[in-house]
């Protein structure tokens, strides 16, 4: 059909989808991100770093786009991945002008919560509610209820050893992480140290990595799980959901025994959501504060574990580590307390260098752009954009950690202004991890008594494990990717 001046409709339409696709072509090459070194690929595509994603294998990839690339580099047509400390300073920063991007959303739908909330009033107010209890000082109070979890801890695994002639010191890591924040913020926990038995909530909690990914990876198709069964993908909501039940029933316990216990309850590390929830003046909506509940069972367990299933397994395989660290932990006394091994200078370098190694969080922490840009690595990137900084890539920078591959403690002697401010396995600014006092006094306890019980610890080879088991899965969390580390030896 002849539509105008002897032009066709097919013609028109052909016309006008070519129009679109230059327009497209200009957009993305004359996007500001076009100019930033990168793979061509991400100036047109998210698909690539959404799959690397998925596989557990972002950091990974992310970090040899900088080794190619430099300290700036495209990982996506919006997001740019940052290794510079001066930048990384920049951008996590108490000011809190770069705010967390929507990408926390799709990592965790549905209500906000301390952890994932972009809005900023509501992470104040939600922090400022749980910072005291949580702080070095706060936490004294519960340090003779987290000793006594580890002492159990290492009941448990020498049971173990006897029964097995090994330990998986994995398995019993989480125990421990897990009945530890479930102690402290409910008052009491789902005792797996207690029952020893592999329940669904641990089971859910060892899925959590992989269904963040999913989530994380997929948004649209996790909405849509809301509604209708899809495939693998509803596992991300199903964990998550699940995750929501276990801290309705804890908070259930802990109402349960405050109304047993009366004034002698324990004080918990929600004490003050608590209260803000019967409170007229600071009243907060229930469903507020189990959404932060959910967030400690969450944040407070995986990453422990695995923090500490790196320690126990990186000094077991190195002599000179361990005969250092023993020598060190030898001169504790009899009964020692947490206060005596917060005085030991390599036990503390030993946590550092696997805080660095084997970060719990490796991936980026992905923030906005605040509107008037910023020049970042030599770079403008205007508001608006995604930037990220990733622990795996600022803790092998061979510039800042040389042989930075090597498990070297003692590379903390003298630490360099440069080693300081690339250092963030808790992240950093107004978000940086609120139990990281927590999570290190839980690591100190550990090493102290695991390798005061077990000065001979070595990996195993029993039931086929090896070094390749430890390879890390890296969705938001890292992982041991088989998630068990065989060791032995008294
Ligand atoms: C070695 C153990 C741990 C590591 C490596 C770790 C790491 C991190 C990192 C990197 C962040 C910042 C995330 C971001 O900016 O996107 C974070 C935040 C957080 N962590 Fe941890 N964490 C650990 C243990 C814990 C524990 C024991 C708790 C217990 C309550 C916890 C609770 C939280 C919470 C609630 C946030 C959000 C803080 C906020 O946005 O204000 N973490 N953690």
């Given amino acids: ?79 740019v991945s940052i290794q510079d400390p ?105 005792r797996m140290l207690e029952t020893k038995e592999e329940t669904d909530y641990i089971r859910d909690l060892k899925l959590i990595g992989f269904a963040g990914g999913l989530r994380a990876t997929f948004p649209f198709l996790t909405f849509l799980s809301n509604y209708i069964w899809v495939p693998v993908i509803s596992v991300g909501l199903k964990v998550r959901n699940k995750i929501r039940d276990y801290a309705t029933e804890s908070l259930g316990r802990h109402y349960k025994l405050v109304e047993e216990q009366g004034d002698d309850a324990k004080p918990t590390l929600l004490s003050k959501l608590y209260r803000a929830t019967e409170n007229d003046t600071d009243t907060l909506p229930f469903i507020e504060l189990r959404e932060d ?66 970060s719990a969080v490796p991936a980026g922490l992905p923030r906005i752009v605040p509107a008037e840009g910023a020049t970042l690595a030599g770079y403008f990137i205007p508001g608006g954009y995604t930037v990220s900084v990733q622990a795996y890539s600022m803790h092998r920078n061979p510039e800042v950690f040389p042989d930075p591959w090597k498990f070297n403690p003692s590379r903390w002697d003298h630490p360099t202004k440069a080693m300081k401010d690339s250092f963030l396995p808790f992240g950093g600014g107004s978000r940086i991890c609120i139990g990281l006092h927590l999570a290190k006094m839980e690591l100190r306890l550990m090493t102290a008594r695991f390798f005061t019980r077990f000065p001979n610890a070595r990996p195993s080879k029993l039931e086929g494990f090896t070094d390749e088991d430890m390879g890390p899965k890296m969705f938001f969390i890292m992982q041991p990717k088989s998630q068990r580390c065989l060791i032995e030896g008294y």
């Fill in 293 to 358: 509940a959910m967030a400690y069972i969450a944040a407070g367990s995986d990453t422990t574990t695995n923090t500490l299933t790196y320690l126990l397994w990186s000094v077991s395989r190195d002599p000179e580590v361990k005969a250092k660290l023993l020598a060190e932990i030898q001169t504790l006394p009899d009964n020692f307390e947490d206060a005596d091994v917060r005085k030991l200078s390599y036990v503390e370098k030993v946590i550092q260098e696997t805080l660095r190694l084997y």
């Fill in 86 to 190: 001066k930048a990384a300073q920049q951008i996590y920063s108490v000011k809190n002008e770069f705010r967390k991007s929507t990408w926390y959303q799709d990592l965790l739908p549905g209500l906000p919560n301390v952890f994932s909330t972009l809005d900023i009033d509501y992470h104040r107010r939600h922090r400022r509610l749980l910072a005291s209890e949580i702080s070095d000082s706060g936490l004294a109070v519960h340090i003779p209820t987290v000793d006594s979890k580890v002492r159990l801890t290492v009941e448990r695994m020498s049971e173990e050893m006897e029964e097995r002639g090994v330990i998986d010191v994995y398995r019993w890591a989480m125990y421990m992480a897990t009945d530890v924040i479930g102690e402290l913020s409910f008052g009491s926990s789902f």
């Fill in 1 to 79: 059909m002849e539509v105008l001046g002897g032009i066709q409709s097919y013609q028109l339409v052909a016309i006008a989808a070519g129009l679109t696709l230059l327009r497209y072509v200009y957009t993305v090459l004359s996007s500001p991100l076009a100019k930033v070194p990168g793979p061509w690929y991400t100036k047109w595509t998210i698909a690539v770093f959404r799959y690397q994603l998925i596989r557990g294998k972002r950091p990974q990839w992310v970090h040899r786009l900088h080794e190619k690339y430099g300290p700036i580099v495209r990982v996506s047509p919006i997001e």
